[in-house]
């Protein structure tokens, strides 16, 4: 049982790959996502890999209490930290004011609403509804006229006060709280805009970038493999984890979950990398802790 839970933020520096294998579809190397929703992910195994890794780094006084053993031990005892998935948040999108928009949409509140909620949090703001062909926002930055236009599509503005609330409460909580991001902060509340949830979810299955690479020869500098596509999760890109711990399982290590929590957290993770292509600048993101 858990008795230790808080929520790990995951915002995207840089494109992000977090892939799921080769695909017989229009992308070769395309990023993983949920099953029956088709919203993008990071799943938890990749997550834990990631904090594992940074926990052996800086050589974590309990690492084997916290992560588990390594593989060829792995029957010894379980670690004590669980990750959850890393769900999306916040995706942005081209706007034709205001250059781009957070969208969300109600559904991905309302989850968000409620995994916060088993980790203890309370978000304290209720998620309005948004009738189709809608978008919800604070105000006029998104507005070209009297539309939103997000990509190509046209979106007819509803202001509501809820929408300000939420990017307050979002750019308090859950974005980096350093100088850099103090610009971000201050724009959130401004750009955020509520989706219908069907158009939230093309947009995060159509609108992801989508590179296109080559293998050269080291030698002969001429094209060693052909062409392949890769999918990535754009920059701004906001995702939420829940973290949970329970008790130590290790034999000589007594830490109640609380204290698993407190030895992670005493890492002060800020920048890491996940997903793939590491070498080429990919992946860096911004964990910040509720």
Known sequence: MFEATTMLYVYVETPLHAGSGRALGNVDLPIQRER??????VQASSLKGRLRAEGRVREMSHFEAVFGPDSDNADKHAGALSP??????????????????WTTSAEVLRRFQR??????????WSVPEVADNDVLVSGNALKAGEKVVLEEFTFTPKAD?????????LAENALPQTDEYDYWQRELSKRLAILPNNDFCDFVTFSTEVATRIKLDPETKT????LWTEEYLPTDTLLYAPLMATRARKPDVQMTG?????????????RTHLGGNETVGRGSVYLRLA
């Open 36 to 41: 029956v929703t088709g919203y993008p992910i």
């Open 115 to 124: 995994d916060a909620r088993m980790v203890g949090i309370e978000p304290g």
């Open 258 to 270: 609380q204290e698993v929590l407190d030895e992670f957290k005493a890492l002060d993770l800020t």
């Open 223 to 226: 094209v060693q493999e052909g």
């Open 84 to 101: 959850g998935d890393a769900k999306i948040l916040l995706f942005p999108v081209r706007s034709l004011a205001g250059v781009f928009a």
């Open 161 to 169: 006060q809820a929408v300000r609330s939420i990017g307050q409460w």
